[in-house]
């Protein structure tokens, strides 16, 4: 009987630890998403994006988000983290200039200027 008791009692404590993982990764997707949605939105505001671009930089900026929360889950040097991360960056800098048409680049180049001098700030 206690064997039983026992056994029950693992399996409820194995479920419940596997619904708390799932409910983790979920919201971690829920939250790339979230942070992939605001940071187009900011975009959008400032460039005027269309459609097409903005589904292209949804993509770009979805993408690389994955990529980093991936890169921050390996077990690395945390200086060789840091440069993934920032050349994870630069990529997407650059893939979302190949995007941009006419005035939206000089736009982007500002506020990229603007990003790296609040960022300063902060340090």
């Known amino acids: 009987m206690r064997i ?9 404590i194995s479920t419940n ?4 993982i799932d409910q983790l990764n979920q919201n971690q997707v829920i939250n790339i998403e979230q942070l992939s ?3 187009l939105d900011e975009l959008n505001s400032l460039l005027q994006l ?4 903005k ?6 900026i979805h993408g690389v988000l994955i990529k980093n929360k991936q890169v921050q889950s ?6 060789d983290k840091k440069d993934i991360l920032a050349r994870n ?3 997407k800098i650059d893939m979302i200039k ?4 006419g005035k939206q680049m000089p736009l982007y180049t500002q506020y990229l200027a603007n990003q790296v001098t609040i960022e300063g700030l902060k340090d």
């Open 55 to 60: 589904e292209q930089v949804f993509d770009i």
């Open 98 to 101: 190949n995007v941009l048409i």
């Open 37 to 39: 949605q605001n940071e």
């Open 50 to 53: 269309s459609p097409e671009q």
């Open 74 to 79: 390996m077990k690395l040097i945390e200086a």
């Open 89 to 91: 960056n630069n990529a």
């Open 17 to 20: 630890g596997i619904s708390q």
């Open 4 to 12: 039983i008791k026992l056994l029950l009692l693992f399996i409820s």
